[in-house]
């Protein structure tokens, strides 16, 4: 198992590098990648959710500012659409700052863009999905709610 992660991080490595050095410091990635963002990133998401540990320390090996590279990364879901996707992403910047002692930068990124995304879910949320979140947390929950004795209709 160990040489089939090996085997895929020489290929996630490179990959890592192109995203990094083709990302334009206004926050989108530059004309080679154009298109070919979206799934670098989920690569990238889905390597640091299975080993955060082994992709934080490939990381400090060939990355030589981390708490630029944590900025880039939370940048970057301003190009993003599906919000899972830009949650995973901020998660990896999280952990690429938290690992490094990012600085107002990353803060003022991160801040900015997980304002965006809580704004984004809210309109596209609507009223009927927090009635479904609710429905689904009350449903879940190991007792009964209380019932009003009172309801709207006899009053």
Same mark, same amino acid.
């Given at each position: ?27 989108? $990635? ?14 990238? %998401? ?17 990355? $030589? ?6 900025? /880039?990364?939370?940048?970057? %879901? ?31 990124? =991160? #801040?900015?863009? %997980?304002? /965006?995304?809580?704004?984004? %879910? ?11 979140? =609710? ?19 006899? #009053?």
């Amino acid at each position: 198992a160990d040489s089939e992660v090996s085997n895929l991080e020489e290929l996630v490595i490179p990959l890592f590098r192109l995203w990094l050095s083709s990302f334009e410091a206004q926050g989108s $990635p530059s004309s080679a990648l154009q298109g070919r963002v979206h799934p670098l990133l989920r690569l990238f %998401c889905a390597w640091n959710a299975k080993n955060p540990q082994r992709f934080l320390q490939q990381l400090r090996m060939i990355v $030589p500012d981390l708490p630029g590279t944590a900025a /880039k990364a939370a940048a970057s %879901c301003a190009i993003i659409r599906p919000p899972a996707v830009q949650v995973a992403v901020l998660l990896m910047a999280l952990a690429l700052a938290v690992d490094s002692g990012a600085g107002e930068v990353f803060w003022h990124t =991160f #801040l900015k863009q %997980c304002d /965006k995304l809580l704004v984004d %879910c809210q309109k596209a949320a609507g009223t009927s999905l927090v009635l479904q979140v =609710f429905q689904s947390l009350r449903s879940s929950l190991g007792t009964a709610l209380p019932i009003p004795v009172r309801r709207l209709a006899e #009053l």
